[in-house]
């Protein structure tokens, strides 16, 4: 079982990139929380890793942002 650290550096780095390519994208998080078909504290919450993010709402993200889960988990 990974330690609470690992747990917590994996999230940093991915709230850190969802973060990244939303910026890179010109989408604001309320922009982005729209169009994730989410409210904008549970979205905000995401990239400021401060909530777990499932893999449904990962797949919701992803499509928005047009990559696959490999670019994404590519760090």
């Given at each position: ?32 929380a729209e169009k994730c078909g989410m ?37």
């Amino acid at each position: 079982m990974a330690s609470k650290e690992a747990k917590e550096l994996l999230l940093e780095k991915l709230s850190t990139l969802i973060k990244t390519i939303r910026k890179s994208r010109n989408l604001s998080q309320k922009a982005m929380a729209e169009k994730c078909g989410m409210d904008f504290s549970s979205y905000s919450n995401i990239e400021n890793g401060k909530r777990n993010v499932t893999v449904f709402t990962l797949q919701r993200i992803i499509n928005v942002f047009k990559i696959s889960f490999n670019e994404l988990f590519n760090f």
